[in-house]
């Protein structure tokens, strides 16, 4: 069982930041409504408004993670021209996409799309997790406030979704691969 | 386990209702997230739209435009973020007409997004 380093990096960028940060919305989904209901039962506590704040600004973290290992380590390699004469496609995910007309919408449908709306979800996380620290629990009396930052937030989780899923199937029909093969496990027959 | 514990919790509980936080900064930080959502789409329409913003754009080669494309944006989001939470420092505004705007550059980012559409409006 072996990977490339750059399937390695790859994997960081759409399962270890991407994966866990679209994972993460559930959790802040539940918090925003133990924060947000007029109607809950007890305000948070000091140290649960501290957890949700470090929650919060982790998702930043992951979305900004996210997008910079996206555009400036994974996108070179995916759109990576092949010398002046080359017909063999392989290690150029983009070229392969874009030389079938059966597999070019994956470029320039799903990968024009995500590469730039990716960039909603930590500009409107980081909004989002400044927000929540700003009013705390107190957010639950601030419907004007409270509904910005709820919108945000579900934009974000649309647009963490798109360049997830996006990236899943791009990468399944033009895999980026190359560099250095890592050998994971001694595999037997 | 502590059986102090829920009246130490309790005691720690926040009282909100004694601080009412002005929405000045809040206020900013909305908008200008909305704007720079906005910028992302409208700094990617130009780049595919006109050769030479996209030339300009091109801060790191190896990524190409979307590069100088969300470098730019995010500076705009910063800058404005700036701006505005020093002009409305301490001041309660109408996050109404704030959220309205702000979620109308939101929106219309989203929608500029959308490949065939800004497509459409390039007339590809």
Known sequence: MQMSFREILTLLHGMGFGGLLLLAFSGALIQFYRIFSPHRSSPLTVWEQKLLRIYLIAMAV?????????????????????????????????????????????????????????????????????????????????????????????????????AGVFGALINKNAPVQGGAVIKLMEGTK | MNSNQPENDSAKIVNESRSEVPNGAVAAAILSAGTGCFA?????????????????????????????????????????????????????????????????????????????????????
């Not at chain 1, 996206?70 to 392969?96: C, K, L, M, N, S």
């Not at chain 1, 070019?104 to 909603?120: I, N, P, Q, R, T």
């Not at chain 2, 705007?101 to 800004?118: D, E, Q, R, T």
């Open chain 1, 62 to 162: 992951l979305a900004w993670g996210t997008v910079l290992s996206g555009a400036y380590v994974v996108y070179p390699w995916y759109r990576a021209h092949p010398p002046e004469g080359f017909t063999d496609y392989t290690g150029y995910p983009q070229r392969i996409l874009l030389s079938s007309s059966t597999t070019a919408g994956w470029h320039s449908l799903g990968m024009e799309w995500k590469e730039h709306v990716a960039w909603f979800a930590p500009i409107a996380l980081t909004m989002v997790a400044y927000v929540i620290i700003k009013y705390g629990s107190g957010l639950s009396r601030h419907r004007q406030v409270r509904n910005a930052a709820f919108a945000f937030a579900l934009v974000a989780f649309i647009a963490a979704s798109i």
């Open chain 2, 40 to 124: 992302i789409s409208l700094f990617g329409l130009l780049g595919d739209a006109f050769p030479a913003v996209s030339h300009f754009f091109n801060f790191y080669n190896p990524t190409g435009p979307l590069s100088g494309v969300t470098t730019t944006a995010i500076v705009v989001w910063l800058i404005l973020w700036v701006i505005l939470a020093r002009s409305w420092k301490g001041r309660s505004l109408p996050m109404g007409k704030i959220n309205m705007i702000a979620f109308l550059f939101l929106g219309v980012g989203l929608v500029l997004s959308f490949p065939p559409f800004s497509d459409f409006l390039q007339g590809k």
